[in-house]
């Protein structure tokens, strides 16, 4: 036993085997048995075993999630930990905007967020899937609540801006009449014994069964208008109680058009890993987590006379020695001054869109690596509307609507359901696309104006009850310079282990350095890999 | 444009009309245009014009939610509303049980809910559906708030006893796994020109590149193993952080397979009308509704002297003169005492299988309607365990595992996520099953051992953790004899409008009394429209 846990090919050889020889029964039998399950690359608590030498010090480059980890994990295993943040806050894009926020985008224009109290917006991730165990992890330790995120609402739109009269469609309609529409075609062939599959008539009779109960058709295998598929699409009129409301079946959308209007590419996004359900957020926005983590870190220093976390500088340059990192940054608070700071070793986590600007004398190999990664670009809009108008006249409670205008999309509040307050929806989200450079190099009122206009193609309730709204353009983003990572297989392939490898005492962290750029995951389960690794290049190298 | 919304057929023509010169968008153009949108019986909040003659009195026999309605909004108007209920507590079968709850079926067993402080379980319903208008406006009305019910969780399983080695499927793997084949052999005969359907080249086109983008399908339209059916079904290894952490894709499962093993019949639970998300439990338990109702009517039943509300009160005969309504009933805080009230009106919810064996003198037609319709069975089991396995094994974060074993679903709480603390599952769904007469046959210690040893073939964990349950069988419950009004259409046609009619001076309302049973949504509905027409028959007889 213990030797096929040490040898998956014999394993593999053995299932296969068990498979052929005894049916596909036994086969999953053994696979139980053998307990040959998903692995995670997250592997629960970090344990940092051995440590460092007395007054081991890490200068941390970046208080964004990577930056966070890596010093709450090094402050408990006895590390002095210094930090460096370039805003006035930790989280780097775990990023949320309310009421008072303020901030500045390359080229000079300020925004201060109007929204009422109690509501905010999230300009980086929004979303945490339930099989991010490492940030899920960290959301428990710091006692942050999570409640679901909507990503499927089958009462919201999917709208095509040249198809169904430039109305949007109840994603209810779209996705069961495509289900239907398809399972009645495959059922046509599969009755006409047109597959050329291999399949036994047995399996081809299960065949049949199953398309008539997953697309809803009639009992002659047809999709058509009537009971069946009203109990998925919906009715023309609800069922109700009492007299006179018996319920009227709908009518289905045309297949035809529903395949030139291109919505379909939209029906399988709440089945794709990273965002089906449950998926989470955090209560009261994104940057409760960044705030739990700045808590206890605060915390864990307040034993430490040595270890600090300093806002307001901007790294301008990274040098090491033999001995030592020194970097050298410019402190806002007091105009601009350039500073330094020393450590026995360096986690970067800035992103390579920033490092790449800063003066970093590194092997060649980590300097052409940091250059091959260019950065996505995104925009979201935030807009705050007088009353919940998607929840109140069109029942859209939470989730998103998707449209082939600009905006891309429109997500609704997944919270506070059913109030009689006001709302913010997330007005756009261009994500890793022409229109989300085109957005960014509008001016912020052009950009709400824009995503004002188009929203109205959707929601006429934008015309009279929009209040303020706040727009984020990534790629002006000072401290970012980009939305994330946005590695090709090639860049990959060549740099990728450049970029994680330590050179002498600095070694990256972030998004970037990960298999899963953009999401905070990336960032824990990067972080964790890198201080494994620093840990035991510090043990290793004991004077 | 008046004429138009006044006649359904004129403007049904039109649109055929306009469809047939102008194309499908001109037709969805006028569609919007003449707001030809999905009716809904719920109309808003409740209109009763003019004020009934003073001290007119409505004797509302049960306080589940369809008494509660009309006790609410018939006092709003002046009405003297007494209320006769079963039990000690306001709410019906919108009803839940928390640590210290006790009940007694039929047989006489009683049990006592052993459940720590925080923990709770619904016997009856336990969703509210988006479009189910009525139930979430007296929500929003009485401040009950609400939170999303995970109907879809793809980590869950679906489970064939017979099947995979008996093994629990994900959700996740079946899902993409199914959709990926269908996908693959529709393209399969797209591309051979199979398709008898009669679609143009460029159609046919779309089809197959819809079907690519929806299935998850390679470039050569097969469903295979890789990066593709990875982003749906999950990795083999997932993407993660540093060194050595690249996603490694995992292997579909056999179709074959998953045709043979039926578990593809609930794999469009999730997009039925009735559950698909986003979909709402109240905060705390369904009860909260019930005793919020409860509280404001007491309020409102302050300012009335003669209006109140009488738990314990088991009702054995309705009479009726044509003057007045007399309701007898036994008092069980008077050791079963004979009680008398009289009223002028009486709405009537008691359940149609309780009702039945009161004596109750009433129009033929009445009679023979009560007796058509016989009660859904149904067995709900709560079971405590030490600690959330389902989440910290397993990764299932609410939701609902499917498994043709007899208790037939599992469902995970929705709320509490990450929780460090115990948990209660709902251990055993059977519906309107032979299951779930055999469940109800059972004694309750019989029912729950039944259940974790049924529950322990998916959860081994149910072996070590688990600490104790509940079981309520709904024929044996004594207030409600079933769990829903089971008409067939044979039955509605025949005596549904019976059902509906006024008899003298009585009406009924209830879930069995609408076109959506077993919903709540069903109890409002009805409720509404009995007392708007009760409302009318009172003002019509004013002396």
């Known amino acids: 036993m213990t030797e096929l846990r040490t040898a998956p090919m014999s394993r593999r050889r053995l299932l296969t085997m068990i498979g052929t020889a005894a049916g596909s029964s036994a086969m999953?039998?053994?696979m139980t048995t053998l307990e040959l399950a998903a692995e995670s690359p997250y592997k629960g608590r970090i344990k940092l075993e051995g440590n460092p030498p007395k007054d081991t010090s890490i200068l941390i480059l970046g208080a964004g999630i990577a930056g966070l980890v890596a010093a709450y994990e090094l402050l408990q295993v006895g590390y002095t930990v210094r930090i460096l943040e370039y805003r006035d806050r930790a989280g780097g894009r775990c990023w949320t905007l309310r009421g008072g926020d303020s901030f500045t985008e390359l080229g000079g224009i300020p925004q201060t967020c109007g929204f009422d109290e109690g509501l905010y917006f999230n300009p980086g991730p929004w979303r945490i899937p339930y099989h991010h165990s490492g940030i899920l992890d960290y959301c428990k330790r710091l006692e942050v609540s999570l409640e679901p995120f909507i990503q499927v609402n089958y009462n919201a739109y999917l709208h095509a801006k040249d198809h169904f009269g430039g109305k949007p469609q109840r994603l209810r309609h779209v996705l069961a009449d495509f289900n239907g529409?398809?399972?009645?075609?495959?059922?046509?062939?599969?009755s006409q014994g047109k597959l050329d599959q291999p399949v036994t008539k047995e399996d081809n009779e299960k065949l049949l069964?199953?398309?008539?109960?997953?697309?809803a058709l009639d009992d002659d295998y047809h999709y058509s208008t009537g009971k069946k598929s009203s109990e998925r699409r919906g009715y023309k009129r609800?069922?109700?109680?009492?007299?006179?409301?018996e319920p009227v079946p709908s009518e289905p959308l045309p297949f035809a058009e529903i395949l030139r209007s291109n919505v379909w590419f939209r029906l399988a996004v709440g089945q794709v890993?990273?965002?089906q359900s449950t998926i989470f957020q955090p209560v009261g926005g994104m940057d409760v987590i960044a705030r739990a983590f700045a808590r206890e870190i605060d915390k864990l220093m307040t034993g430490s006379s040595s270890s600090s976390i300093t806002y307001n500088a901007k790294v301008t340059a990274i040098r090491q020695n033999p001995n030592h990192v020194t970097v050298t940054y410019q402190d806002a608070k007091k105009g601009g001054r350039s500073m330094q700071s020393t450590a026995d070793w360096c986690l970067c986590t800035i992103p390579l869109s920033v490092l790449d600007q800063i003066d970093l004398v590194s092997v060649e190999k980590l300097k052409d690596a940091i250059d091959a990664v260019p950065y996505g670009a995104s925009v979201k809009i935030g807009l705050q509307f007088r009353r919940r108008f998607w929840e109140q006249d069109e029942q859209i409670y939470g989730g998103i609507t998707y449209t082939d205008l600009p905006i891309n999309l429109i997500g609704y509040p997944n919270a506070d359901f059913g109030s009689r307050g006001k709302g913010v929806l997330l007005g756009a989200y261009a994500f890793d696309s022409p229109y989300a450079y085109e957005f960014t190099a509008l001016p912020p009122e052009d950009r709400l104006k824009k995503a004002r206009e188009y929203g109205a193609r959707l929601h006429r309730q934008y015309e009279t009850e929009y209040e303020?709204?706040?727009a984020v353009g990534w790629h002006r983003v000072p401290w970012a310079l980009g939305c994330f990572a946005r590695w090709t297989p090639e860049a990959r392939e060549q740099h990728y282990e450049n970029l994680c490898a330590i050179d002498g005492r600095i070694t990256l962290a972030g998004e970037h350095v990960s298999h899963l750029p953009a999401w905070q995951e990336g960032a824990v389960l990067s972080s964790l890999d890198a201080i494994s690794r620093l840990h035991q290049r510090v043990l290793g190298s004991k004077p």
Chains 1, 2 share one sequence.
């Open 181 to 190: 529409s398809v399972a009645e075609l495959l059922a046509k062939a599969a």
């Open 273 to 275: 890993y990273d965002v």
């Open 468 to 470: 303020n709204g706040v």
């Open 28 to 30: 999953y039998q053994a």
């Open 238 to 245: 609800d069922p109700g109680g009492g007299l006179n409301w």
């Open 209 to 215: 069964h199953a398309l008539k109960q997953w697309g």
